[in-house]
């Protein structure tokens, strides 16, 4: 599925994998997150042989979205402030790039990674 949208000039069509781009982009340059994580495996992935659930997914209605994030934060990460500035950053980023309204960010801490402490500033 695709945003759509129509002005004077013609039409706007911004993919679900562009907006998971910029969504994934945006949780990656936050401070505790190790890397992204595989998301659960969808029903067509299962049926249709080995497939790597999605670490970004989009649900589209209108001109909004609700953003699905899977994430491995690092060794001494506090997890609920780091999933607060994962939900901001990729809203802002969303938002200000693609002009779609981001309804909620759901971010889904998959793992621990010990091998990666937090930086200390």
């Known amino acids: ?3 759509n949208r129509r002005t ?3 039409n706007l069509k911004i993919s679900e994998d562009v907006i998971a781009s910029v969504a994934a982009l945006a949780a990656k340059e936050v401070k505790g997150v190790a890397s992204l994580a595989q998301g659960p ?7 249709h042989g080995p497939g790597q ?5 989009v649900a589209l209605d ?7 994030v899977y994430v ?4 001494g990460a506090r997890i609920q402030e780091t999933a607060a500035q994962i939900q ?12 779609l309204t981001v309804k ?12 990666a402490p937090v930086k200390s500033e």
């Open 1 to 3: 599925m695709e945003s």
């Open 8 to 10: 004077t000039a013609g």
């Open 41 to 47: 495996l969808a029903l067509r992935e299962l049926l």
């Open 53 to 57: 659930g999605k670490s970004i997914t």
């Open 62 to 68: 209108n001109d909004s979205a609700v953003l699905d």
């Open 72 to 75: 491995v934060l690092r060794s």
């Open 88 to 99: 901001s950053s990729v809203k802002e980023s969303v938002q200000n790039m693609t002009g």
């Open 104 to 115: 909620r960010v759901n971010v889904h801490v998959a793992d621990i990674d010990f091998t």
